[in-house]
């Protein structure tokens, strides 16, 4: 665990250890975003200058870990957030960027990502020894979700699809990445910010199966990017 004195340090730690991270992952990248608040900074870091020109974006997809069932206008798009922060000033061709669809059901749409998904990785089923991303971000909810997978849904005991619709839980349906694609990363790199996530935070290291977030089991990195308020006032 990294902590960070605030919100805008934790972003440049952050930004400096993708780019790190990026730069020395061999071949095409995998990378997977997360939305929410936290990430937000982060993302304009690495669309401006000099960290945008240090990133290897000729041999980088981008995917999302989840998404609002939401138009990709929406204010409450996780991908318009990251079109608006990053995809707006860095070099990476339309081919290279996968957002989640909004178009059919969510479940329609959850199917469809998953066979991109399954397409982008050259195979149906995932070996341990190949991970599907190469970096996987996280962020982590006062509930203790991570992505969409939100406490007391059935998709916290989907193992078998990679990509799952979340009907209920929250306001607006939503589509996930479920923890087989999740754990079937190189490195998951969970970003938390602020005090109300301190007690979650402490939980979810500690392992507490209640919490969606604890619940992820992989043979991959785990990197815990905090500030001092999550980290419980820790310097």
Known sequence: MRVA??????????????????????????????????????????GSEPLR?????????????DERFVPHDSPESNYRM??????????????????????????????????????????????????LFDIMLLGLGRDGHTGSLLPGQPVLDQRERWVDAVMSGREE??????????????????????SEKAHVLENVRRGDPRLPAARIRTSGAVIWLVDSAAAGGQP
């Open 82 to 131: 990251v079109r608006q922060t990053l995809l707006a000033t860095v070099p990476l061709p339309p081919a290279r960027i996968h957002p989640v669809p909004v178009d059919g059901t969510p479940d329609e749409a959850a199917r469809s990502y998953e066979m991109a998904l399954k397409h982008s990785y050259g195979a149906d089923t995932l070996d341990p020894a190949r991970p």
């Open 173 to 194: 349906p939503r589509v996930t990445l479920t923890y087989p694609a999740i754990e079937s990363s190189h490195v998951l790199a969970f970003l938390v910010s602020g």
């Open 53 to 65: 020109a240090r990133i290897p974006w000729q041999r980088i997809d981008l995917f999302w870990g």
């Open 5 to 46: 004195k605030d919100p805008n340090a934790l972003a440049a730690i952050a930004a400096e250890w993708f780019v790190r991270t990026a730069n020395a992952r061999p071949g095409n990248l995998r990378i997977a975003l997360s939305g929410g608040s936290t990430p937000k900074a982060l993302y304009e870091l690495l």
